[in-house]
């Protein structure tokens, strides 16, 4: 009987949070796919940031991402993000420090405030590529048009700030 009392414990324990699953590994995005996530983006667009998942490996999401106006500043503090400017431009400020800052979601990996303040603000557009080290405060700002991104988010290692 005592031996059956930890699995009776481990049976009648509660169950644990539900975890959202992690993404299915998809190593592939063809041209067709790509120009068919941006499709999906502006249909489903209302304002912000809309994103379409292209590929992913455990750890290493690249997204598409679609926006028509500002987005609130952000910092990724356990993870590097490599942004491709797809189309369209803005002004991306990098650097300094976020101000305003608003409690993250549990689990989250991002957190948004209202500014930077001491950044440096650079025009990017159509071509450019831009690498955000982790802990690095961003923001789009005086997105001209529609924006599209792409962007791979990368588990700080060494060297992260």
Known sequence: MKKLL????????????????????????????????????????KSGNTSELLVSAPGYPVQLEYRTTDTPPTIHPTEAELIEVVSGGCTLVTGGTLVGIKPAAPGAT???????????????????????????PHWYRDVQGELIIVTLHMPAGRGAR
């Open 110 to 136: 991002t957190l948004s405030g209202s500014a930077i303040e001491g950044g440096s603000p650079r025009k990017v557009g159509k071509g450019d590529y831009i690498m955000v080290p982790a802990n690095t």
């Open 6 to 45: 930890p699995l009776a414990l481990l049976l009648t324990a509660p169950p644990a949070l539900a975890q959202p699953a992690p993404p299915p590994v998809k190593e592939y995005a063809s041209a067709t796919e790509v120009q068919a996530a941006i499709a999906k983006a502006k249909a489903a667009h």
